[in-house]
């Protein structure tokens, strides 16, 4: 069935550094990859998305690739700042209406 | 800022009991989502609601669960007689038409005794 794999688990990093977090789908009908950020006690927030005919999508400090080929997409944070850290998931729409989601990655910026 | 509200925030019910969760999704919206989040797992698609018809659902999404928009502004899921492993966070999620974004209410979290 349809799986989504992320990567790592777990990052630490220095307060300033990048985070990059990995995913790949199982899908090739995928056309919609969604990154949420959830805090702790409240819902996945919607932080930045890209489709399928698009390699590459910035806003501010946070950027997503897409390879469709490879079925990889991932999340980069630059100048990351404690506020960052946070579970994210990375997601894929298949089909019409069914998102899956990633297992997470706890994120923590270390001031 | 529009956003998606749950009611209530917690519910603890006995094993067995029927339960019932609410949301109101963003007021334009038109597609309506309900996910569950087992304690440190991830996010779980349930069902999709659409035109007052369920678009898609997942295995997980079986004769106990229903969903319901009884008026225009709530969706709910009644879990008609829970089970323990049916403990989670449940999230509702709305979205408007011609779009994919998908947005979060804080969710609900059931626990069951």
């Known amino acids: 069935g349809e799986n989504v794999e992320q990567h790592p688990s777990t990052l630490s990093v220095q307060e300033g550094d990048s985070a990059v977090i990995k995913c790949t789908y199982s899908d090739s009908a995928s056309n919609y990859f969604p990154w949420y950020k959830q805090e702790l006690g409240k819902g996945p927030q919607l932080i930045i998305d890209?489709?399928?005919?698009?390699g590459e999508k910035k806003d501010q400090r946070i950027a997503v690739t897409l390879n469709k080929t490879a079925k990889h997409f991932s999340l980069h944070i630059t100048e990351t700042q404690p506020e960052d850290s946070a579970v994210y998931f990375c997601a894929a729409l298949t089909g019409g209406f069914k998102t899956i989601f990633g297992a997470g990655t706890r994120l923590f910026v270390k001031a | 800022e529009p956003e998606v509200t749950q009611t209530p925030s917690h519910q603890v019910t006995q094993m067995g009991q029927e339960v019932i969760l609410r949301c109101v999704p963003i007021s334009n919206h038109l597609y309506f989502y309900w996910y569950r989040q087992i304690l440190g797992q991830k996010v779980e698609f349930l069902v999709s609601f659409y035109n007052n018809e369920i678009s898609e659902k997942s295995e997980i999404f079986d004769d106990q669960f229903s969903v319901e928009r009884p008026d225009g502004s709530n969706f709910t899921l009644k879990i008609r007689s829970t089970k323990l492993e049916d403990s989670a966070m449940y999230f509702c999620?709305?979205?408007?038409?011609?779009?994919?974004?998908?947005?979060f209410g804080p969710g609900t979290r059931l626990t069951v005794t």
């Open positions: 890209i489709r399928s005919n698009v």
């Open positions: 999620a709305s979205s408007a038409a011609g779009v994919y974004e998908q947005y």
